[in-house]
């Protein structure tokens, strides 16, 4: 029965969810039973696309990324797909009527990757976070508003930030990565070889402007959506108050993280500030 393995194809989606990001994975059950599965497929289907371009060295990935990409557009087009990741996705997809742009907006960042080092101006860096970041907080937009249109329009400019400041602290986090082991800088106008505290203040600064309108964007949305989004604005919260702390030369060298102990601990306190209406 097909029903198994749509059920199957949404198992595992949520398992990517859980053994990628204990971060993410929290919040996501933070969401109403109504849109959890959804935002699972969702991520399921980022994550891959991801995991291609910046973690299989040993294998082609041009032509992994032009498989994958080649499954995705079938499996949008015929609504199945014996890839039980891109299987679930489309179902949320056509579910929700996810604009295709969003969807090649964010293959197309990813395409960069396999082969763009650096970012030199202001245009190509927004326009890589807008395929990366922004549109994935849109497509997860649609869910928790229901395909609601009006909504939608909206809290879209506010998602839009909210996924921005989300990427703009992955990219401070692992900026020893990125830069030593993927050679790729994704900062304009930025020294990296000799980060300063200036250079670094800038970056929080901007970071700190999203946030700001991402979280008037969290206050309108719908009660089943509400608290885990904003369980995630905390968690990235205290991890870019962590990075402001952090010497400019310390964030080059470790990889800046959020204990699992303090994740929790930031679940209660976060809990207890959206029950008393304190966002």
Do not use: T, W
């Given at each position: 029965m097909k029903s198994i393995f749509d059920n199957v194809s949404k198992e595992c989606s949520k398992l990517v969810t859980n053994a990628y990001s204990t971060s993410f994975s929290l919040a996501t059950k933070m969401l109403s039973d109504s849109i959890r599965q959804d935002i699972y497929?969702?991520?399921?289907?980022?994550?891959?696309?991801d995991e291609i371009v910046d973690t299989f060295h040993d294998y082609d990935k041009q032509s992994l990324f032009k498989r994958f990409e080649n499954d995705l557009d079938n499996a949008l087009e015929e609504k199945i797909s014996l890839n039980p990741i891109l299987n679930s996705f489309q179902e949320t997809y056509h579910k929700y009527n996810i604009d295709r742009h969003l969807v090649d907006a964010f293959m197309n960042s990813m395409r960069l990757d396999l082969h763009k080092k650096d970012y030199l101006t202001d245009e190509e860096y927004k326009n890589y976070i807008?395929?990366?970041?922004?549109?994935v907080g849109l497509m997860c937009l649609k869910v928790f508003v229901k395909g609601d249109s009006e909504k939608?329009?909206?809290?879209?400019?506010?998602?839009?930030?909210?996924?921005?400041?989300?990427?703009?602290?992955?990219?401070?986090?692992?900026?020893?990565?990125?830069?030593?082991?993927?050679s790729r800088t994704y900062f304009p106008n930025t020294d990296l070889n000799q980060l300063d505290e200036a250079s670094k203040q800038a970056i929080i600064t901007d970071i700190e402007n999203d946030f700001s309108k991402g979280l008037q964007g969290i206050k309108k949305l719908p009660l089943e959506a509400r608290f885990g989004v904003f369980m995630a604005y905390r968690y990235y919260s205290k991890l870019l108050d962590k990075l402001k702390k952090t010497p400019a030369l310390e964030i080059k060298s470790a990889r800046i993280r959020v204990p699992n102990y303090k994740k929790v601990e930031l679940l209660t306190r976060s809990y207890v500030k959206y029950q008393l209406n304190l966002l």
């Open positions: 497929n969702i991520y399921g289907f980022v994550r891959f696309a807008y395929g990366s970041a922004d549109v939608y329009e909206d809290l879209r400019s506010s998602a839009m930030s909210l996924g921005s400041a989300f990427q703009k602290v992955n990219f401070l986090r692992d900026l020893k990565a990125d830069f030593e082991d993927l």
